[in-house]
Structure formats: C-alpha cells, structure tokens
C-alpha cells in the first residue's frame, strides 16, 4: 500500500517536471528570439524591400510571399486532403489496398522536407519546365502537407458519433448526402483546427522552397494586379523568396552589414505569424465548437 | 408505388435470415406484424432482436456487410428480392435508436432534415416541423427556442425530438431500437406515454430489453433467442400464459 502510494507521487512529480521542461524550453526559445528581434521590427521593417548589398532593408516581398505561397498551398491542400480523409474514414474497406494507402500516406509525412524539395525540382521546376515559381513551391508543400491533412480530415470524420450517420441514413439520405449534409459539418470544427495548424507548419517550411519556389525575388510592383505581368505580386509563374528561406539566406550568405539584424527581426516575425496561427486554432476551434454544439 | 390488395398487416416476414460473413445471426424467422399496433420484440443481448429491427428498413445491409435470405413484404413487395428504393422505405419507415443524438443543429433543422430530401415544398415546412412537434408532444416546451441548438434540450427532450425527427417524412411505420435505455425514469414515462399515441396513426415496432416496458404498452411480444423466434403472441397472453419453457424462463428471470 505504502510502495503503491510512493509510485503513485513519483509518477506525478516526475510528469509534471517533464512538462515543465517543455513549457521551459518553449518559453526560453521563443523570448530569446523575440527579445533579440523585437527592436528591429517596425513598421518600416515590415514594409520596405529586402536590401542586397546596403544595411536597412525590409521584408515586406518575402513576407507577402509566405503568406501568398500558403494561399496557394491550402487551395490544393484543402480539397485533397477533404478528398482523401473522407476516402479512408467513409469508402476505404478494411483490405489491403487499404493498408497499403496507410503505408504511403505515413511514409510520405515522414519524408524529409528537403527530400521533397529535391523532389519538386526535378518534377515541377525541370521536367515540367515551369522553373522557379510560386506554383512549383506551392505544388512541393502541398506533397509535404498533404499526409497531415488527409490524417486530420479522416481523424475528424471518424470522431462524429455513429448514431449521426445513422440518424441521416435512416431518413433516406444516401450515403453522400449524408457525408454532406451530417458528417462534414459535424467534423468541421477539428478540420479546421487541422487546417489552421497546419497553415503554421507550411508558412515556417523553408527546405522544401529553396529549390522549388527558389531563393531570389523578382522587382514586385505592388500597384500591378494582373497576375500574368512578371512584376505582379500576383504572378505565380514568378521565383519567391519566402521569409522562412530569406532567413536562412541572409544568414549563409548574406554580405549586408545588418545582416544580424535582418535574419533576428526575420525570425521574430515568422515565429509571431506561426504562434498567432496556432493560438487562433485553439480559439476558433473551441469557439466553433461551442457555437455548433450550444454547449 | 405499387398498388397491391390492400393489406392488414405491416410486414410479413418469412424465413428471414442473415448472416455477418460466415456468421448466421438470424436463422429462419416467420413473423407478421399488424398495422397500428405496438409489437415488442425482447430477449436477451446478442439474441438478434435488434439485427431483426435494421432488417425492416434496410439499415442491416447499409451499414455493414450483412447477406440477407428470406421474405420481408413490405408495401406489397418483398424487399429481399425485389427493387425497393431506400428513399421511399426510409420515408414510410422511421427508426429511433438508442442514444438520442439530434444532429448538432437548430431544434427546427434537425425536424425540417428529413422532409427537405423528400421533395417537400418549402413553404409546408413551418407546418409539418410544427404539427410533427405536437405529434411528439414536444411542441409547448420548445416554441420559445425552435432556433436554438438542439443540443440544449434534456435527454428525454432529444429522443423526443428524434422521434418527431422520424415523424417528420410522415412515414406509416416507427422502428425503435430501446428508445428509454439512455433515458431517467420520469423520460422514460414520458416516451413510453408518447409512443402509446403514436399507434392510433403509425405501426410502432420497439426493441426492448425490459420486459415490463413490453409489458405496459406493447400489444404482441415477439420473444428472441440465438437468433431465433421462440414465441410470438399477443402481450397479455406471453406473459401470463409462455407456451414455451424458455419463455417463461426468461420472464421470471431464470437468465437473460
């Protein structure tokens, strides 16, 4: 009794220290980079072009190219992976071609990310003779994303009560229809969580870019809409620098003199983007959810 | 639909079986079921009452691998054999389960879901989410929140509004599958009150595993056992006169 007591205290001192230990080393990681890059972001900062040679330049480009490859990166993302979860929660019998899709979604999210960028250099920027582009890197991420994606809507999909399914079978719907009307909008709420958590995944990405989406940017005119020009933010058949790679660049081999400064501010604003994502799906999430189950 | 002679009874069942890949659960049962009664079906977990149950909309063939033999006539065709569209079975024959679980919807959503797929014009359907609430004298104890999610009503309120949500095609025929056993016993009143009602206008087949339920307000009892019909007769007779020793066992609580 005494040595199953003794277990039982050990057992919640030493989860509570492990817990600790991460709340600690998130919360060391993300004050050291926002206290070292909080002075450098300004509004200035955020919205003045990147400087190649000169101290003082901006990230407003890579920033809006972040933000415009995750765009394009859900609009593929969204549909396939709806596509997919509903697939395996609702069609998927339980064989084995079945458990062979399983092996190839699960190795594909363990692939490296780099590996994909080399991936979608050879198949979208050469052999399909697109280039560097936003298209191309929005085409690798949605590889990356996809598997996380599929997994969400098929986890969300599988957690609606039975008895709704029957519920809309029993009154004549077909199984469609149910899936439509019953199912998905009884699982919309954790997809989009997923999907929202996942946004802050793919806008940090930065290895899957550096050969897909590449790593310049050309001159943008923020004034031209028409996304068939080459100076359009809008083009996506343009190269794109993302913030994320900017980063990275300015630190390898970047020769202005602030360079310090750039990569520190760089990288407290793409950690602010992704925490503001992944706070916003939990509040949304459960807001969602207490609005749709008036609990 | 297909005009037959007209028919005195709900269904007629003829050596219905069905099996879960090689596993027979349902071996060879002969029943009919009258219009505007209630018939109980009873007996112990895992004695197929409730396989019977989804047999009589199709549910046992949609939601799993079920194989199915035998004779179902419903509505003058036997559905086993014959095309019957699932569309208008499940209109003419609602079905209530177990775990009253409204869709997370309005109170009046989740009424309106089953006539706005049976091409009921949208004007009428103020009226028969009305009408279909009072059948399941729901009505006065949500008018004020038609609006609201149905998810804030009491347990006994949501299988209220799952009945009246299976009501709401106007189908001739309710199947439950032991609507009070998720239920408070002041619920369970209330339901069973409600389901005595609906015989004047609906043929109710209930699923139960208590046996007083089947006693207060069924008209025939339908006893099950390993998937098979040890007894069938009028209520009042079955639990004061078993033909069958198992019958009786079963009723005195021998086992089960």
Request: charged share 20%; aromatic share 8%.
């Amino acid at each position: 009794m005494q040595r199953r007591k003794l277990a039982d205290k050990t057992a919640t001192v030493v989860l509570t220290m492990f817990a600790a230990i991460i709340v600690i080393i998130l919360t060391a990681l993300l004050g050291y980079v926002l206290s070292l890059g909080i002075q450098q972001v300004n509004w200035d900062f955020l919205t003045s072009k990147s400087s190649s040679f000169r101290a003082g330049g901006g990230i407003q480009d890579q920033l809006f190219n972040s933000f415009y490859i995750l765009l394009w990166t859900m609009i593929f993302t969204i549909p396939l992976g709806l596509a997919g979860g509903i697939y395996m929660a609702e069609y998927a019998k339980d064989n084995r071609i079945t458990a062979f899709i399983r092996i190839c979604i699960e190795t594909l999210a363990s692939l490296p990310s780099i590996v994909l960028g080399m991936f979608g250099l050879l198949i979208f920027v050469n052999a399909t003779g697109m280039g560097y582009s936003i298209l191309a890197g929005a085409l690798t991420l949605t590889i990356f994303n996809l598997p996380i994606m599929i997994r969400t809507c098929e986890n969300a999909l599988r957690a609606v009560p039975l008895e709704l399914k029957e519920g809309g079978l029993a009154l004549g719907y077909t199984h469609w229809r149910t899936i439509t009307t019953v199912l998905l909008p009884s699982a919309f709420p954790s997809i989009l969580t997923g999907i929202i958590l996942s946004c802050g995944l793919v806008f940090g990405e930065a290895a899957a870019l550096l050969y897909s989406a590449g790593m310049t940017t050309p001159k943008l005119d923020f004034g031209n809409l028409n996304p068939f020009a080459s100076d359009s933010p809008l083009n996506i058949m343009r190269p794109a620098e993302t913030l994320s790679v900017h980063i990275w660049k300015v630190n390898s081999e970047g020769i202005i003199p602030d360079l310090r400064d750039v990569a520190d501010g760089g990288a407290a604003v793409l950690v602010t983007v992704i925490l503001i994502f992944n706070i916003s799906a939990r509040v949304f999430g459960s807001w969602l959810h207490k609005k749709l189950t008036a609990k | 639909m297909t005009t037959g002679t007209l028919q005195d009874f709900a269904y007629r069942i003829e050596d219905l079986r069905i099996s879960y890949g090689d596993h027979q659960v349902i071996h060879g049962i002969d029943l009919t079921i009258e219009k505007n009664e209630v018939t109980a079906l009873i007996g112990p977990s895992g004695c197929g009452k409730s396989t019977f149950l989804k047999a009589l909309n199709g549910m046992v063939r949609t939601t799993s691998n079920a194989t199915w033999s035998g004779t179902i006539e419903w509505n003058g065709k036997n559905m086993i054999q014959e095309n019957v569209d699932p569309l208008e079975l499940r209109q003419k024959v609602g079905m209530v389960f177990q775990k009253p679980k409204p869709f997370p919807k309005s109170i009046y959503e989740n009424v309106a879901f089953g006539p706005k797929i049976h091409g009921v014009k949208k004007k009428d359907i103020p009226e028969i989410v009305e009408q279909t609430l009072r059948d399941a004298y729901l009505f006065d104890e949500v008018k004020d929140r038609l609006h609201e999610s149905a998810l804030g009503l009491s347990g006994g309120q949501q299988q209220r509004l799952c009945i009246a949500r299976a009501l709401a095609t106007s189908p001739d025929i309710l199947l439950m599958d032991e609507p009070t056993s998720a239920l408070d016993p002041l619920s369970t009143i209330a339901v069973e009150e409600l389901i005595l009602k609906l015989k004047e206008k609906y043929t109710v087949v209930l699923v139960t595993h208590q046996m007083e339920q089947a006693a207060r307000i069924s008209d025939s009892t339908a006893f099950f056992l390993m998937g098979e019909l040890i007894e069938f007769n009028r209520t009042d007779a079955l639990f004061q006169n078993p033909k069958s020793q198992q019958t009786e066992d079963y009723i005195t609580g021998r086992f089960g």
